[in-house]
């Protein structure tokens, strides 16, 4: 049997396409070490306030913590979940559902938790919301308001709600789009009037953690004056 030129470049052609087809679809996940655990062949899912989330071979979900991870995993993630970053910094929530009542207060939500979501709990950078119903008091004009209407979207928790069922009274998370108080950079004043521009990221005690250009500082909140001190108290809660 006999091969000629152009029938052997194809052969070769297809084989390599096949070899290179193979490598591609058998391609093996990452190695991490999480708790001192090494996971072989994980898969890059998701990312929390705590780090990196990976699905192992096992099927279930490690978390890299940020310390642990590679300037490459995380620059890999930043450039396909851009928004996730700023989800999981400002303690985002992932709500998907369907207007169950529209009040004076805000819109009820009937929450409805997507199978695919459900064992790795986050989406982009938000925590899924699992209760029941939510509130949201700012719903923008661009999302369906009407009851019925299928919606999705990310906001943030501002505490709860108490919501009148008819049969029953209950507690129900209260969802706002604004950012929470802490990531907004703002105007301090000290008790001698002089001004800082910075974020109150944290507060323990009579101590804050204040962040600007990057840098964190910690201040005494009993300098600040009494409209920064009650900020600081809102912020804490």
């Not at 029953?168 to 990531?183: D, N």
Request: net charge negative.
């Amino acid at each position: 049997m006999t091969f000629s030129a152009a029938g052997g470049c194809r052969l070769l052609l297809s084989v390599v396409s096949l070899a290179l087809w193979f490598s591609i679809s058998t391609q093996a996940g990452e190695s991490i070490t999480v708790a001192g655990v090494e996971h072989r062949n994980a898969d890059w899912t998701d990312i929390c306030r705590e780090g990196l989330i990976y699905k192992t071979e096992s099927g279930e979900y490690v978390t890299l913590p940020w310390d642990s991870a590679t300037p490459a995993q995380i620059s890999g993630a930043r450039a396909k979940m851009p928004q996730a970053f700023d989800n999981a910094l400002y303690d985002a929530h992932y709500v998907k559902g369907t207007v169950f009542q529209v009040k004076p207060e805000g819109a009820i939500i009937q929450v409805e938790i997507p199978e695919e979501h459900k064992a790795v709990g986050y989406k982009e950078g938000a925590k899924i919301l699992e209760s029941g119903l939510v509130i949201v008091k700012d719903l923008p004009t661009t999302i369906p308001q009407g009851e019925g209407a299928e919606i999705e979207f990310v906001a943030h928790k501002r505490g709860t709600f108490t919501y009148d069922l008819g049969i029953a009274v209950k507690e129900i998370p209260l969802l706002t789009f604004a950012r929470p108080l802490w990531a907004i950079e703002r105007e301090w004043k000290n008790q001698e009037g002089q001004a800082m521009h910075a974020r109150l990221i944290a507060v323990k005690d009579n101590k804050g953690m204040f962040e600007k250009g990057g840098k964190r500082f910690i201040y005494d909140l009993s300098q600040l004056d009494p409209d920064g001190q009650k900020l600081a108290a809102e912020i804490a809660e």
